[in-house]
């Protein structure tokens, strides 16, 4: 089945730029998806085929996505932007796929 | 507004079964594509399962056999009757509705609070 590899962690300082990658065979074929969560809370989505942005999004938040590789970029980080972060895509029409996870931390 | 509450979790001895509900609002859930994804304490996300339109049903290996996903147009509810459970079994399930026409490979747009099931004896 196929994977996708996620860091576990990435630091950035308040207003740097935070870039989260996921990684899997060819991922630059496939529509990839990115959530945030929040300690407690339900995973909320905010990039969507590879880097569209759902309403409500803040622009800072970017996706692209080639190769082996889709990253997501969150620009001028906040303090509020601390969470973790996962990559998903379908393998097929009936196969889901989520990364491992980065926990992203404000330093 | 769309609006998703799961309920039905809980303590559950292991073989043990229970069947989880997710009431829909703002929405209809027969004209949308559902699902279910599970989060093990401590861990990362896992889909479970999801129901198509034409109630295409196809789940994940790790349930497969034991859970069953269906959903009640009246109620505007979806369903995961999940049997033969075990410890493995044990996390937070949301259920999330897929964004619709976004072709067949949509993402989950809205997500449940969550319910939390543990299997323990």
């Known amino acids: 089945s196929y994977e996708l590899t996620q860091p576990p962690s990435v630091s950035v300082a308040p207003g740097e730029t935070a870039r989260i990658a996921c990684g899997g065979n060819?991922?630059?074929?496939?529509?990839v998806h990115w959530y945030q969560q929040k300690p407690g809370q339900a995973p909320v989505l905010v990039v969507y085929d590879d880097s569209d942005r759902p309403s409500g999004i803040p622009e800072r938040f970017s996706g692209s996505n080639s190769g082996n590789t889709a990253t997501l970029t969150i620009s001028r980080v906040e303090a509020g932007d601390e969470a973790d972060y996962y990559c998903q895509m379908w393998d097929s029409s009936s196969d889901v796929v989520f990364g491992g996870g980065t926990k992203l931390t404000v330093l | 507004e769309v609006q998703l509450v799961e309920s039905g979790g809980g303590l559950i001895q292991p073989g043990g079964s229970l069947r989880l509900s997710c009431a829909a609002s703002g929405f209809t859930v027969s004209r949308n594509y559902m699902s279910w994804v599970r989060q093990a304490p401590g861990k990362g996300l896992e889909w479970v399962s999801v129901i198509y339109g034409g109630l295409g049903t196809y789940y994940a290996d790790s349930v497969k056999g034991r859970f069953t996903i269906s959903r009640d147009s009246s109620e505007n509810t979806l369903y995961l009757q999940m049997n033969s459970l075990s410890a493995e079994d044990t996390a937070v399930y949301y259920c999330?509705?897929?964004?619709?026409?976004?072709?067949?490979?949509?993402?989950?747009?809205?997500w449940g609070q969550g319910t939390l099931v543990t299997v323990s004896s």
């Open positions: 060819n991922i630059g074929t496939k529509s």
């Open positions: 999330a509705r897929l964004l619709p026409a976004r072709g067949i490979y949509p993402p989950f747009d809205y």
